[in-house]
Nanobody
Framework: QVQLVESGGGLVQAGGSLRLSCAAS????????MGWYRQVPGKQRELVAN???????DYAESVKGRFTISRDNAKNTVYLQMSSLKPEDTAVYYC???????????WGQGTQVTVSS
């Protein structure tokens, strides 16, 4: 069973920075992609940033230029560096890992990020 363990959430003032970490229980090369999603109450979970095995990166328009996704292969860990945070970035952030064969989504437990104005 794959485990994704997130850390790094918390409370920060607008304009501040946070770094989220997601440690996988097996090699990140076993996943087609890893990424971060976020969700606020009453809304659907939305993609924040995604890093594919081949290196392609996708960002939500709302975070481009402020957030950076990266990985440490040796530590089986994916990071999300968040800068210039805004109150609208407040959400529970979830780590995601996808496999193709079989097609499956793994999720972390979520970490709360709160940005105060």
């Amino acid at each position: 069973q794959v485990q994704l363990v997130e850390s790094g959430g918390g409370l920060v003032q607008a304009g501040g920075s946070l770094r989220l970490s997601c440690a996988a229980s097996r090699s990140i090369f076993s996943f087609n992609s890893m990424g971060w999603y976020r969700q606020v109450p009453g809304k659907q979970r939305e993609l924040v940033a995604n890093l594919r095995l081949g290196g392609r990166i996708d960002y939500a328009e709302s975070v481009k230029g402020r957030f950076t996704i990266s990985r440490d292969n040796a530590k089986n860990t994916v990071y999300l560096q968040m800068s210039s945070l805004k109150p609208e970035d407040t959400a529970v952030y979830y780590c995601n890992a996808q496999t193709i064969v079989p097609k499956y989504d793994y999720w972390g437990q979520g970490t709360q990020v709160t940005v105060s104005s």
